[in-house]
């Protein structure tokens, strides 16, 4: 057999299956099944350096596919070690679920929902070695580690161990809903009993969720006991029609969407529920959709993207549809898009303050937080003061848009307790936020009208400077 260059990562490869009259300058890579942790004795970066040293050009079509899992095992080896960071940052911090997430959302400049989850599932697995041994060898995912962790939260202690075991035994040859199936079906029958109390307390967390999409499209999301979901269904299902009429050429899940769309248009229509409760307000205004625009927008002079309240941009076309039947106030704004100030030396703000920060601010302004600014509690960034002597000697307001800012219910409190500062910069809108670290990250406004720059045309590039003749 002549001399051959192989890149054998699996110790699978045998001289029997390499043909005698293979050319010297054929490269043979290996990877006919995945390397066995040993192989990189446990160590996420001697794999990645590993696979990393195979020319992915080089690879027979198997080889390829087994290529790809063989990085997702250093993915999960990668998510495993994260995690362990994650749990050493928790075990030096006091109320760590309630403070690290925020810090963690600001680092990785994502969402406290998304960096909770991250906390949540690095600190589960540490409650159990199995997970975490397996997590860290790369034989499961986060995703599965997410099932594990969640269909057994409730197991009682005597039986979790054992029903924790069989299923990272049984993930390693599971999609992510079998393994759903098979713990559901463990856990059932480890206790009975128990699940039905589960069954009882779940039934108290239904409730409705908006998780948008693109396109000015959303989805509404109902959580509900099966019953009550099947109920409303059957509703849905009667009101589209068993069968379109012959000028409908709408199918039956659009007519589905219409007949549940056209439920609560009515209600905010009416301002009045089925039974003719009127919908209470929040912050003194009646519940209505809230629509930017602007004006040259309305009137058709351009098509610059509006912005509606909860969801965000939406083509100039939708805001002229809801124009048609919509009650309209005036926001002026300064050259950047911001609103210009108002103020009151009460403590309380008007009407007319109110609306007007929520409309600035349209969300929390702490960074990242997507909740809507008509569902937050207004905070005075330098707490109000409430004495005499303030109030009669200082001609400055308290409360005006300069101090007022919109925070979800969390960061409020968070502010008020003192483990963030805040500051900002009246010229340019931005919030800067403080941690106890002293690490600071920046909440940039985002502007009531905005003109797209996208589109705009600008000259190419000067082409790169010709470096002559080699050597350089």
């Given at each position: ?143 599965k580690v997410d099932v594990i962790l969640a269909e057994t939260a409730q197991v009682e202690a005597g039986a979790v161990r054992a029903v924790v075991a069989d299923a990272v035994e049984q993930a390693v040859e599971l999609t992510a809903a079998q393994l759903t199936r098979h713990l559901r079906a463990s856990v059932i029958g480890s206790d ?281």
């Amino acid at each position: 057999m002549v001399a051959m260059t192989a890149t054998l990562l699996d110790g699978r490869l045998d001289a029997a299956d390499v043909p005698t009259t293979m050319p010297a300058r054929v490269r043979v890579a290996g990877l006919a099944d995945l390397p066995e942790p040993s192989v990189a004795g446990g160590d996420v970066g001697v794999l990645a350096t590993m696979l990393g040293s195979v020319a992915v050009a080089d690879l027979s079509d198997v080889a390829l596919v087994n290529a790809v899992a063989a990085w997702q095992r250093v993915l999960n080896m990668a998510q495993a070690a994260q995690a362990e960071v994650v749990r050493e940052i928790e075990a030096r911090t006091v109320d760590a679920l309630a403070r690290v997430p925020d810090e963690l959302a600001c680092a990785l400049v994502c969402t406290r929902r998304a960096a909770q989850d991250l906390f949540l599932r690095a600190w589960g697995a540490g409650q159990h070695p199995a997970v975490a041994d397996a997590w860290a060898a790369g034989a499961i995912d986060a995703r599965k580690v997410d099932v594990i962790l969640a269909e057994t939260a409730q197991v009682e202690a005597g039986a979790v161990r054992a029903v924790v075991a069989d299923a990272v035994e049984q993930a390693v040859e599971l999609t992510a809903a079998q393994l759903t199936r098979h713990l559901r079906a463990s856990v059932i029958g480890s206790d009975p009993a128990a699940a039905e109390a589960r069954r009882v307390a779940e039934r108290a967390r239904r409730g409705v969720f908006l998780d948008l999409a693109p396109d000015a499209m959303a989805r509404l999301i109902a959580y509900l006991p099966a019953a009550e979901a099947t109920a409303a269904f059957t509703v849905i299902d009667a009101l589209a029609g068993n069968g379109a009429p012959d000028s409908d050429p709408r199918p039956i899940d659009q007519r589905r969407a219409d007949a549940f769309a056209d439920v609560f248009t009515t209600i905010l229509d009416r301002q009045a529920t089925l039974d003719g409760t009127p919908l209470p307000s929040r912050h003194g205004q009646r519940a209505a959709l809230q629509v930017s625009v602007a004006a040259t927008t309305l009137l058709g002079l351009d098509d610059h993207p509006a912005t509606l309240g909860s969801y965000g941009p939406i083509p100039a076309q939708v805001a002229r549809e809801l124009a048609q039947d919509a009650t309209w106030r005036r926001i002026l704004t300064d050259p950047a898009g911001q609103v210009c100030a108002v103020g009151t030396t009460a403590y309380r703000p008007g009407a007319d303050l109110t609306r007007t920060v929520i409309a600035r601010d349209v969300t929390c302004t702490f960074p990242g937080c997507r909740q809507p600014a008509t569902r937050c509690e207004l905070d005075h960034r330098i707490p109000y003061d409430h004495s005499q002597a303030r109030r009669e000697h200082d001609a400055d307001p308290q409360t005006c848009l300069e101090n007022l800012h919109a925070l979800c219910k969390h960061h409020h409190q968070a502010k008020t307790t003192g483990w963030w500062q805040v500051t900002w910069d009246k010229n340019t809108g931005i919030s800067t936020w403080t941690d106890r670290h002293g690490l600071t990250y920046a909440r940039h406004p985002i502007p009531v009208h905005t003109t797209p720059t996208a589109a705009i045309h600008r000259p190419p590039p000067p082409p790169p400077p010709d470096p002559g003749d080699p050597p350089f």
